[in-house]
């Protein structure tokens, strides 16, 4: 059973959630074997919260999240709502020149990526790479959402097909509603297991 939808703001809720509730179950695993528990994937985000807050990204300071379908776009993108920033999802499949023009236009004060994406990146986005975290202390404000359902959450682009691609931004509570929905459709517990064959 899932806690009260009242006290979910954020889907970062979820996850302390569940980590404390079923902490040893698998929360994903990737092409990579990669394979981390709700416990797991708990100490990467708050790892990688804190390594954000050591960069000063901000509430409202957009992250970059150009990553492979993997455990560390979910840790990335998942921290970036747990420091009260805007995760911006970024295309792998994007030339270098389309990727510039969408970095120039969101300014995000982080690029969290892949080592094998960095060649895509220009030159002035180099300084803010942020790769996956080791496992370090995360503080108290590094354990606990503070993330009011109506907080821009995820800046997404537009494909782009009759005009140059526009930023669309989505609030915390659209993305944990779509995912509570999801998860009622599909009657979602902890023990499934779901495919994701498409980009994230």
């Known amino acids: 059973m899932s806690p009260p939808l009242a006290t979910q ?9 569940w980590e404390q509730s079923s902490p040893d179950r698998l929360f994903v695993e990737d092409d990579a074997e990669t394979a981390l528990t709700y416990r797991d994937a708990a100490q990467a985000i708050r790892a990688t919260v804190a390594e954000l807050h050591r960069r000063a990204v901000r509430p409202g300071d957009r ?3 150009l990553a ?4 560390w776009w979910i840790i990335a993108f998942l ?4 420091a009260r920033a805007i995760a911006v999802p970024m295309a792998t499949r994007l ?21 094998s994406l960095l060649g895509l990146l220009g030159e002035a986005w180099l300084d803010r790479v942020l790769m996956p975290c080791p496992e370090g202390e995360a503080s108290a404000a590094d354990r606990a959402s503070t993330v009011d359902s109506d ?12 005009s140059r691609p526009k930023g669309v931004l989505l609030s915390s509570g659209s993305l944990t509603a ?16 779901t495919i994701v064959a498409v980009p994230l």
């Open 151 to 162: 907080c821009p959450a995820c800046l997404t682009y537009t494909s782009g097909t009759t």
């Open 68 to 71: 492979e379908n993997s455990a």
């Open 178 to 193: 779509s995912s509570e929905t999801y998860a009622a459709l599909f009657h979602s517990t902890p023990a499934m297991h």
């Open 63 to 65: 992250v970059a999240v």
């Open 79 to 82: 921290a970036t709502l747990a």
């Open 95 to 115: 030339t270098s020149a389309e990727l510039e023009a969408m970095l120039t236009d969101a300014q995000p004060a982080v690029v969290a990526t892949d080592a």
């Open 9 to 17: 703001r954020s889907l970062v809720d979820y996850l302390w959630h």
